[in-house]
């Protein structure tokens, strides 16, 4: 795919600059440059929709996003693909195949490591580690507690990426399932509070792990108007101090760039997610240099 053609399928571009977040590196030579792409509540969509598909026309489907996502790669191959959550349901592919077909084109596409969401229990938790055998990239979870499931050692609470000497944490969290998930499905999976967790994961990447980025991977939604006291996505970032990214899912909430948000501290957190239906990509791009604040800049890209 030509430059051109690329830019031209970006639906918006923002720069933001001196993120007070990160940490301020040391090192010499040029700007180190990370990009994260993201996607969230896919939702088994593996074709592109139709012409006649309203609004939805001609958008989507898994090649075009593995076009884009090469196209990017090469340009910086210092690129971590996310994914946050409700991978599963929404198309006869997903009744038919039951979540091996979402995985293999996954694998396909080289995404870097997942979140779980509540539609990913639609098959039952047996169903999900039936499928795992297909997934070639790592899901993290830190507040569901699999101890007494099959899928108990299946999913870490974080993974750490080192890309051009910069150190990435990336961890996640999931939506209560209670009075959302049948429990037959979820079975004995127990749940913890998000900020809670999200408090402790964050500290450990940042303080112990000294992660020079901290990602949040969520399935809690971003926010929600009629009880904006309900866990979400900004009240996460409001609660916490660690945290430099939060890629979003669960409310379908396309946002054409990301909501800065203040953490506990008074510093910026970039909290971001782009629709559903594989309809858009999210890409943000961090600069790291010697003696300033990382920049990062952002585009949303119509797939």
Do not use: W
Not at 16 to 30: C, P, R
Not at 38 to 65: E, L, M, Q, Y
Not at 237 to 262: C, M, V, Y
């Amino acid at each position: 795919m030509k430059r051109r053609q690329f830019i031209q399928q970006s639906t918006s571009a923002m720069a933001l600059a001196s993120l007070g977040g990160l940490n301020t590196l040391s090192f010499a030579s040029k700007p180190k440059h990370i990009t994260i792409l993201h996607t969230n509540d896919v939702h088994s969509h593996i074709d592109p929709f139709g012409p006649d598909d309203g609004r939805n026309a001609n958008k989507g489907g898994v090649a075009r996003r593995a076009s884009l996502v090469e196209a990017i790669r090469k340009e910086n191959p210092n690129t971590l693909l996310l994914d946050a959550g409700d991978i599963f349901q929404g198309t006869p592919y997903f009744n038919y195949y039951g979540g091996e077909l979402e995985f293999k084109l996954m694998s396909m596409l080289k995404y870097d490591v997942a979140t779980i969401g509540n539609h990913d229990f639609d098959n039952g938790i047996d169903g999900l580690y039936a499928q795992l055998p297909h997934a070639k990239f790592d899901f993290v979870s830190a507040n569901y507690d699999f101890s007494n499931t099959v899928m108990d050692g299946q999913v870490k609470p974080y993974k750490i990426f080192v890309k051009d000497g910069i150190k990435i944490g990336v961890f996640g969290v999931g939506i209560e399932l209670e009075g959302l998930v049948d429990k037959n499905m979820y079975k004995e999976t127990v749940y913890h509070s998000p900020i809670e967790i999200a408090q402790d994961m964050s500290r450990e990447l940042k303080e112990t792990e000294q992660c020079d980025l901290v990602i949040c991977l969520s399935h809690i939604g971003y926010y929600y108007k009629s009880s904006p006291d309900r866990v979400s996505d900004l009240n996460l970032a409001r609660a916490t101090k660690d945290i430099d990214l939060i890629i979003g899912g669960h409310t379908h909430t396309f946002l054409p760039k990301p909501t800065i948000e203040k953490n506990s501290v008074g510093k910026n957190v970039l909290v971001n997610q782009v629709g559903c239906y594989g309809l858009y990509l999210g890409r943000l791009d961090f600069y790291f240099e010697e003696g300033k604040a990382p920049e990062c800049h952002s585009r949303t890209i119509l797939v």
